[in-house]
């Protein structure tokens, strides 16, 4: 076992990754957090400064070679209406695979998009994107649509569309795993099934900001409905037996870590 490895299994966690500039030279925890302390966080984030800087960029770009006003609403509506989809496909369908960290050249991928999200799911730093892997897919998910329906400004304004509502799923996000309790009954209900992925079952309730996909494709559930616990949902299959056999997510991690976050030690 490397130097280190047994604090990276017992959740403790302060890498390269996280020695951003400002309050993010350590890691955080939404369930030590306060609203306002996540506000403030969020809007020092690298990634949500970089989303919102590249907005309006597009909006920028949008003013150059403007697309009638119609061709806008109807470029960025299309993205906001497919974003549930896009997720939903993403999150069950790549986040969760279990081929990337059979692969030597996606294990570190893997790893940082999802794995570590699932090892401790209140660790703020993993919990958002990381800019290598979201901007490529906000721009392939985005340009042609907006493209096709507008040009170079539907293009743009698709795109802006796509950042910002990245920037909202995100906060989304947060607020599910802070310790506080929404005011909206629907974000409190997003924040109860989402809950249940993290810490019951993670084979369902793929959706973020509303689980329509769950409902047609027959992954939404309720804890009632599903009385045992799933034994991977910390470790997304990525059990010690299997390591064995793919090792280079555990080397990466310093072992994979086992049991509920909050019973393992951890700075910060």
């Not at 960025?76 to 549930?84: K, Q």
């Not at 796509?162 to 799923?169: A, F, I, N, Q, R």
Request: glycine share 8%.
């Amino acid at each position: 076992m490397p130097p280190g490895a047994t604090a990276s299994i017992q959740g403790n966690f302060v890498t390269a990754e996280t020695m951003a500039k400002g309050i993010w030279n350590r890691s955080h925890y939404l369930d030590r957090m306060t609203l306002k302390e996540l506000w403030i966080a969020y809007f020092q984030y690298p990634a949500i400064l970089a989303y919102i800087a590249l907005a309006a960029v597009s909006a920028g770009v949008w003013t150059l070679y403007p697309a009638s006003p119609l061709e806008t609403l109807a470029a960025a509506g299309s993205i906001v209406l497919a974003y549930p989809l896009v997720w939903y496909a993403l999150h069950r369908w790549v986040l969760h695979s279990t081929w990337m960290f059979k692969v030597p050249a996606l294990a570190r991928t893997w790893k940082r998009i999802h794995f570590d999200h699932h090892q401790d799911p209140n660790r703020l730093e993993v919990l958002f994107g990381a800019l290598h892997t979201t901007l490529p897919t906000i721009a392939a998910v985005t340009v042609p649509i907006g493209y096709a329906i507008g040009g170079t400004g539907g293009a743009a304004a698709a795109f802006a569309a796509g950042l910002l509502t990245t920037c909202v799923y995100e906060f989304v996000h947060c607020i599910q795993h802070l310790a506080y309790k929404p005011k909206w009954a629907l974000v409190t209900e997003m924040k109860k099934r989402h809950m249940a992925h993290h810490f019951h079952d993670e084979t369902g309730n793929f959706g973020i900001t509303n689980y329509f996909w769950d409902r047609v494709l027959g992954t939404f559930y309720d804890r009632r409905e599903r009385p045992e616990k799933s034994p991977n949902v910390f470790n997304l299959g990525y059990t010690p037996e299997v390591a064995e056999r793919y090792p280079w997510v555990a080397r990466l991690s310093g072992g994979v870590a086992t049991g509920h976050p909050r019973k393992r030690d951890r700075v910060g």
